[in-house]
């Protein structure tokens, strides 16, 4: 069997788990122990939702793609403009990006050599959109030393993609688990600390910065926001038909699911531990191997 590449997972879990299918068929070929009339079953782990739930399902991965869409958008623009000065909150509603670079010949995800394309330090056009995306939902605000990122400095080499919940700890590679901050904080301060061990998790501390506990607020306030909005369609409010039935429950489904993303964001802050519920992600990554895996065989 040829190599399982899929371009558009990088999750590793993933990548391990289908290298080692590939290698177990290889040697059950290899030693004549299968051929093609050998019938391989797989168990597929699925999740039940009814209609509406899938609806609500399909809307939320709509809007999270309809983002990325325009945050991709502004990317190009980000590569075409050069030496603006962008306030940051000017920046923000409007998803103005700009680059001082220099861009110098690169290739294509395909190997192809691209030139004349502009660049010094190449900017990955997923790691980009990530950083983007990771920054508005901060508002600009570095969430563990309160300083504000400018859009030049984002997409520099002192700004770090930093995982709330240390890898070495919990393996979740999700936005959930994912902010924008400062390099020097990174490696130099937090290390393989949670944020709540971190020293100026409750008050300001001079070197480390503004009190994590405090920046943590409009975090605390977007998640408020949508567990109203879920809350307000947990029952009906006085008779309703099967039409409006259908719209109440599909909106507590997308509700839950904004509900619950920055739900988790703000408890991967205030973990003085790892909980048991948030290795569910290993429930997806099973989900997502035997999907492919079925392809593959």
Known sequence: LPQPIIDSIKNPMFNKAMSIVRKLINELIKTEKIDEDTEVVIEVARELNDNNKRIAIEKYQKFRRDNREKYREFLKEFNQKENRNINVEESIPTFELWTEQIFEETTDERGNIITNVKRSDILKEKDAIRRYE??????????????????????????????????????????????????TYNKDLQGKKLPTQCANYDKDVEGWGTSIKDILGKWEETRDKWKKLYEDRLKPKGNEDETAKNKRVQEKHYFKMHYDYWKEKVERFTAEEVKDSWARRQLVDTQMVSKYAREFL
């Open 134 to 183: 990771l920054w508005t939902e901060q508002k600009g605000q570095c969430m563990y030393t309160g300083k504000m990122i400018s859009i030049s400095k984002l997409f520099s080499a002192d700004i770090d993609i930093m995982h709330t919940i240390p890898r070495w700890l919990l393996p979740d590679n999700t936005m959930v688990n994912k902010t924008v901050g400062f390099k």
